[in-house]
């Protein structure tokens, strides 16, 4: 989808901002955004939280969830966009988190991850999206980049209305 998209929606709404936090796709998904000219306007920050401390530190995961599954599940991905909107006062919060590459010690032999995008409602809840991609055979380089453009791609069409599993 192009980038003007994700501009005009998060435009069209007074005061609708954006945070990112990430994971498995290491800074893919922010420059993405901050490509797009006038980001400034709606853009407020992102984060790289690799390392479970930091997940937990600055996102508020929940630890032991968190632990059970190498910080790679929906839960997850839903907890690290919802504390990207805490951290930066943000209305609006997308996430990545999974796999670049197989790993043994894991039982991963595709890789995959968790997208997730947080929307604040007016009385401080919030709607969710969220969605799980395998992306098999490609370099762990083209894996957080395919991986940072679909989650780019859920965020504009959440905005736009109704696109995939929401919870109230």
Known sequence: MPARDLKALMLREPGLT????????????????TAIEGASEFFLG???AYAL???VRHLHVGRARAQAVNSVSEAVAREMARGA????????GVATTGYAQASGPQGVKVPFAWWAVARRKPHGSFDYA??????PGLSRVAVQRRVADLAFDALVGFLRGPAGPRTP
């Open 18 to 33: 954006l945070a990112v936090a990430e994971s498995l796709t290491g800074g893919w998904l922010q420059a993405r955004i």
């Open 46 to 48: 992102g984060i790289t």
């Open 53 to 55: 401390e930091q997940k």
């Open 85 to 92: 909107c805490d951290l930066f006062r943000a209305k609006v």
């Open 130 to 135: 969220s969605g799980c991609v395998t992306v």
